[in-house]
């Protein structure tokens, strides 16, 4: 068997070509692809194209494959799911498969006391999220909180909310009303002018108190605040550690809730259940996607009962919401996290990772700051470390050239690469993975010295 990366016929092969142009054909192309990369199979780690090129896999299909492609138990948990059931819409009847899985996956979960809604995605969980937060309140309470550099999804209510990109919301305007965004504490590029991270952290919490509660809203007119714990797609961002409890005591004080984004951060991926573990917080809803169904469409909201019971029949419901296929899958992941001990995993090659790329950053100019927890790490890259130029050229070239040399690394930010491979990977062949994406580093720090 060849070793991987086996790059047989330099990417896209003549297969990929053939299926890229039918691509553009026959899709809308609304998608913004990261390089010509036509999969079509994976196991482990590792993926292969349709031309027998074989990459090992660094964004797990955009943090979804927390256990690897096609891991045996998932795959027999849905073989076994799809031969006794596959659709009966829950928000009409009932069947078990709904209820085991609720209580696996409040068995996790930092809410103790806690209610589960089933979705079929990250951007419904944030849009039923939306609405339980406006009922709670008997809508008395208009405002929602959220913050610049955010990605909450791409649907009208989510895309409120979302403050990442400018071309995400262009012509989509006017969007839902009354959605505030505050500066993310952001320690590298601190929008204050912060030097150390616990004044950056304090800077964005005095801002909230001292400003938009002074001077914009009143504080009991603000129904909820949506953040992540770590800002995904805004550039894999981990806040100043007093920065989560400050935002947990200003939603204290002014009845507000907090509403946890996990899609990207849930499920393991930083070493925990949940990011926000990591600050010892209790949000007052979860809203969680990707990893949590083993690559089946799903997502969940879960919630404190107090903040779930209001709702009344008929005021939230959807057809495909607990699909029993994809939560069979998802029961098969959690218990697979905790019998493969995966989460001590993600922490011990989460540091590996840190530790090479911290050194490579004493060498290089490139890289400007590391960040991340667990195997959700961003690596910042820069022209010029005292001025902090982003790096927006050389970003789209690394991540072109990784791929030519069969490592599938993605980018987060403005000039971040995004490492987020399956937690089940070798260590192995994670070491080899980020020495090629180190030796391009190199190549390209070179270039931006001349």
């Known amino acids: 068997m060849e070793s991987v990366p086996y790059i047989k016929v330099e990417p896209p092969g003549p297969i990929a070509r053939s299926i890229i142009e039918k691509d553009q054909k026959f899709l809308m192309q609304s998608y913004v692809r990261w390089y010509p990369l036509v999969i079509k199979t994976g196991k482990g780690a590792v993926v292969e194209d349709v031309d027998g090129n074989k990459y090992i896999d660094m964004n797990a299909g955009l943090a979804v494959m927390a256990l690897g492609h096609n891991h045996p138990n998932v795959v027999e948990a849905i073989k076994k799911q799809a031969e006794k059931l596959q659709h009966y819409s829950l928000t009409d009847f009932y069947y078990e498969e709904a209820v085991t899985a609720a209580e696996k996956l409040l068995s996790i979960s930092p809410i103790k006391d806690g209610r589960v809604f089933y979705t079929n995605s990250g951007a419904e969980s944030i849009e039923g ?146 990011a926000i573990e990591h600050w010892g917080v209790v949000p007052d809803m979860i809203a969680m996607a990707k990893a949590v169904g083993g690559g089946l469409p799903l997502g969940a909201i879960v919630g404190k009962s107090e903040v779930m019971n209001p709702m009344k029949k008929g005021s939230h419901a959807n057809t495909f919401g607990g699909n029993p296929i994809a939560l069979a899958a998802m029961k098969a992941v959690i218990e697979t996290i905790e019998s493969e001990n995966i989460l001590a995993r993600a922490t011990k090659l989460g540091e590996m990772v840190m530790k090479y790329f911290n050194e490579l950053k004493e060498e290089l100019e490139i890289i400007g700051d590391v960040r991340g927890k667990g195997l959700m790490i961003g690596v910042e890259l820069v022209r010029d470390k005292k001025t902090k130029e982003p790096a927006v050229k050389e970003i789209g070239r690394i991540l072109n050239k990784s791929f030519k040399r069969g490592v599938l690394v993605i980018g987060a930010g403005v000039s971040s690469i995004r490492i987020a491979p399956p937690l089940v990977i070798e260590e192995d062949l994670l070491a080899k993975a980020i020495e090629i994406i180190g030796e391009i580093l190199k190549e390209e720090n070179k270039e931006i010295k001349k």
């Open 129 to 274: 999220a939306l609405k339980i937060s406006r009922y709670y309140y008997e809508g008395k309470r208009q405002y929602i909180m959220a913050f610049l550099g955010a990605f909450h999804g791409r649907t009208m209510g989510s895309l409120s909310l979302t403050a990442s990109k400018s071309h995400y919301r262009e012509h989509y305007s006017p969007l839902i009303p009354g959605v505030i965004h505050i500066p993310y504490p952001y320690p590298y590029r601190c929008p204050f002018k912060a030097e150390e991270p616990k004044e950056c952290g304090e800077a964005v919490l005095g801002f909230i108190e001292d400003w938009i509660f002074q001077k914009l809203v009143e504080p009991s007119e603000v129904s909820s605040i949506f953040f992540e714990p770590i800002q995904g797609e805004g550039g894999y961002i981990v806040p100043p550690d007093n920065f989560i409890p400050g935002l947990r005591r200003i939603a204290d004080k002014n009845g507000i809730l907090l509403v946890d984004d996990e899609v990207q951060s849930g499920t393991a991926r930083t070493g925990k259940w949940y």
